[in-house]
């Protein structure tokens, strides 16, 4: 049969050979036995044709061997018969000629005579008989022929024929071209370029005692065996004569296995001969004399084989890395085991380590199947070392060991997870904007894109706005920023929500709340509410001289918009005109007498409270309170009158204290109406707050508006009442006293109002206007009538002393008028 045919193909029938019929072929059990471990054909029972498995390589099968021939056996039953089969593989022209180099160099002298011959390399043929090399064709040339002759096997080969003298100083170079072709149909060829340098005298050359030498090596020979020595003469004295051997052309297996010393031409292994891979050699050497002749001869080394081959295991494809996913039975691996050797030496068995999720199937033609028994996880074991080992049945037995490593490819399976459910974070008020609050880190136990991690922010809202634009985060590294200043007092905490993705595909992700708490620092100072303090005058207190120990004057309240220790409010007496008689209480702010008052006293007393809080560092604030020791509401100011030091009231006086008398009429008449359009507006709308009034009664000798003020920290006033009293000077039968109840209201829009400094100002000019009655009760200012219509002067709402954000402790409310 021809190599290369398609497997299926009919070799031959058996059935007349055999002398059987198809029935009885099938009756008898019929065999098809190689002889080798390939199993290269099949007999079918049922029509008696061998068929061919697979397609067949002459040159693999049986390299140059000639003729290529496999032996088969048909066993038959009962009774039992034996019947050998030969079947001759004939060759087919599947391979062109081809030479070991593409260039061949020749150093010739310029005085070789004619019609020497120059051995060229033989071009290799894969192929045998007629589609083997058939012949050699040069270039043309006048210089050089061809002599083509056959060796000993029927093969041919070249040699380069001097047809002219040479002469080196008209063509000192010859670039020629060999080509070699074969007898097959259609033909190939393979060519090579042969260049000529032409030498100088030299007219003896080295001559070789044979033209081919043989010798015999067994595999496996230790290095420096000895293997066969060459020999040349020359008839040249001299240096001419001193012949040096080489390896000519020699392919790289030669010069890789064989060593020849130049100048005795003894032939010594260095490499390792194995039968297995070549069973023969041929070696050129070259004999060159001084003058730079050469000759040329041949030595053939015939290799004796050995057992000494272990089973070779072939991995024809593998799986690698293996999705982690991958279903039970999934093939990972698949490959073959191949012994060189035969019979038993080249049976063989296989298997794997234990405790492995993996199996070994085998399958036909010797190849086995690597193949998954159960589901993989990457996490739990991202790689396999699979040790597969083939023993065959000789003597001793051989075995060899190949190890299979497989990484186990991540799949996206896990999704990231954050190192806390739930973050509290930490952020000062008055924080500089694109200050590192934080971070907030997940792990995603994937590998590589599976694993990278990306953060962002929810959308949410924060006091309805956008959360993005109080916080931000790096979605790298989970960073949490704060985009702008914030201030505690505003706002105390804010929550968030961060997710986590991965990029795989599809991607996966896990979300954690983020809570940031803002820390609270003593940025405000303390905030005297009452009394009023303002940058003229500072309030005024009434205190009868009767008054015993522990009698509660006036009590200072301040609040701070501050929180926690910050907000814990102390108070001190800085300063008094007598330290004796007045003591500041230290936590409720109290001015109580620490004596009973006498009337030694001074008539007014100056006192300075600081209100300290408990920060660090600690802030504060001042407060003035001016205190007059009266008799009764009209003792003070009849003394003032009777006091020896003031002036004699001047004659133009009198009309002054008349427009005086006039304006306090008419003043006390619009506060009466408007006290009377105030109840019945009250009457009618209960809910709304109480309007501020517009005018203010005068006291007898009376220059001073007493401030009664809630206290923040027990919702109680310092007196049950506050009081409202106008005099005019020289009206002493004229005294007019208004008694009314205190009832604080404030809204929480009460806290902003203090703010504002236009209604700073206007409550700040109270002190200022009563101030300006005391002098005029006097007579050290003169009355006019601006001065009188500021006796009226603006009332103090609740809505104007109210202070900002204040605390729970300090959530009651002032009202003024």
Not at 256 to 267: K, V
Not at 365 to 371: A, G, K, P, R, T
Not at 407 to 433: C, K, T, W
Not at 562 to 575: E, I, M, P, V
């Amino acid at each position: 049969m021809p190599e290369e045919k398609k497997a299926g193909s009919i070799v031959a029938n058996v059935l007349k050979d055999l002398k059987v019929d198809v029935k009885e072929l099938s009756a008898r059990r019929s065999q098809l036995i190689s002889k080798s471990s390939n199993q290269d054909f099949q007999l079918d029972p049922h029509s008696g044709n061998i068929i061919l498995r697979d397609k067949i390589d002459r040159e693999a099968l049986c390299d140059l061997n000639d003729p290529c021939i496999l032996f088969f056996e048909i066993v038959l039953e009962n009774p039992l018969q034996v019947f050998r089969i030969e079947v001759q593989v004939e060759d087919v022209n599947d391979n062109s000629p081809t030479f070991s180099k593409n260039q061949f160099l020749f150093e010739i002298p310029e005085q070789t005579p004619i019609n020497v011959r120059f051995p060229l390399e033989a071009a290799y043929d894969l192929d045998k008989g007629e589609n083997a090399i058939q012949n050699y064709i040069l270039s043309t040339s006048e210089y050089f022929k061809l002599n083509v002759q056959n060796q000993n096997d029927g093969s041919k080969y070249a040699e380069l024929l001097l047809a002219k003298p040479l002469d080196r100083e008209v063509i000192p170079k010859f670039i020629l071209t060999l080509e070699a072709v074969d007898g097959g149909i259609p033909r190939r060829t393979g060519t090579a370029q042969i260049i000529i340098d032409i030498l100088d005298t030299n007219d003896n050359m080295p001559q070789f005692e044979q033209t081919v030498y043989k010798a015999q090596l067994m595999e496996n020979s230790h290095p420096g065996s000895f293997v066969a020595k060459v020999e040349a003469t020359d008839k040249d004295i001299g240096s001419n004569a001193h012949i040096i051997y080489t390896f000519s052309q020699a392919p790289a297996d030669v010069l890789q296995s064989f060593s020849l010393n130049n100048h005795t031409g003894e032939i010594t292994l260095v490499g390792k001969i194995d039968y297995e891979k070549k069973q023969n050699y041929e070696l050129n050497i070259k004999a060159t004399d001084g003058g730079g002749l050469s000759a040329y001869c041949k030595v053939i080394i015939d290799v004796e084989d050995e057992n000494d081959n272990a089973p070779e295991i072939i991995v024809s494809s593998i799986t690698n890395p293996l999705p982690e996913n991958s279903p039970p039975e999934t093939p990972l691996a698949v490959f073959s085991v191949k012994d060189e050797d035969s019979e038993d030496n080249a049976r063989t068995t296989c298997n794997i380590n234990a405790n492995l999720p993996f199996q070994l199937k085998h399958t036909k033609n010797n190849y086995y199947q690597l193949v998954t028994q159960q589901p993989l996880d990457r996490e739990q074991m991202s790689h396999y070392n699979i040790t597969i080992t083939a023993t065959d049945q000789g003597f001793p037995r051989l075995t060899s060991v190949t190890v299979i490593s497989i990484q186990v490819s991540d799949v996206n399976d896990n999704a990231p997870m954050f190192e806390r459910g739930f973050y509290n974070l930490h952020l000062r008020e008055n924080n500089i904007p694109g200050l590192l609050i934080g971070s907030v880190h997940a792990v995603d136990v994937d590998t590589e894109q599976n694993a990278k991690v990306t953060y962002s922010l929810l959308f949410g809202k924060i006091r309805e706005e956008p959360a993005s634009s109080y916080i931000s985060i790096n979605s790298e590294t989970g960073n949490l920023y704060a985009i702008r200043s914030i201030d505690y007092e505003d706002i105390q905490d804010f929550q968030v929500m961060v997710r986590a993705v991965d990029k795989g595909s599809p991607p996966l992700s896990s979300e954690t709340m983020v809570r940031v708490l803002i820390t609270d620092e003593n940025d405000n100072a303390p905030f005297i509410l009452c009394p009023l303090q303002n940058s003229t005058s500072p309030s005024n207190d009434l205190v009868p001289r009767g008054a015993e120990t522990g009698y509660l004057v006036t009590k200072v309240v301040a609040v701070d918009r501050d929180s926690g220790q910050n907000s814990w409010l102390s108070y001190q007496l800085l300063k008094a005109t007598d330290p004796s008689l007045f003591a500041v209480g230290t936590q409720n702010g109290e001015v109580k007498t620490m004596r009973p008052v006498n009337i030694r006293d001074s008539f007014k007393h100056t006192l300075i409270v600081a209100v300290r809080d408990n920060g660090h560092p600690p802030q504060s604030a001042s407060a003035t309170l001016r205190i007059l020791l009266v008799d009764g509401f009209s003792d003070p100011f009849m003394k003032i009158m009777d006091n020896p030091k003031d002036e004699v009231p001047q004659e133009g006086d009198h009309s002054l204290t008349l427009y005086l008398i006039i304006c306090l009429v008419a003043i006390s008449s619009i506060f009466l109406l408007s006290v009377t359009v105030f109840i019945a507006t009250k009457f009618q709308k209960r809910r709304k707050l109480i309007g501020s009034s517009n005018s203010a009664l005068n006291f007898p000798g009376g220059p001073n508006l007493q401030e009664k003020c809630v206290d923040p920290n027990t919702g109680t006033s310092s007196q049950a009442y506050s009081y409202e009293v106008c005099l005019a000077e020289g009206s002493l039968s004229s005294e007019f006293k208004f008694l009314r109840p205190f009832f604080p209201v404030f809204t929480m829009e009460h806290q902003k109002t203090l703010l504002n400094p236009q209604v700073r100002n206007d409550c700040h000019d109270l002190p200022n206007q009563l101030e300006e009655r005391e002098h005029i009760s006097q007579g050290k200012v003169p009355v006019s009538e601006d001065s009188a219509a500021k006796s009226g002067g603006p009332s103090c709402t609740a809505n104007q002393v109210t202070g900002a954000n204040m605390n729970s402790s300090q959530s009651d409310w002032l009202s003024y008028h």
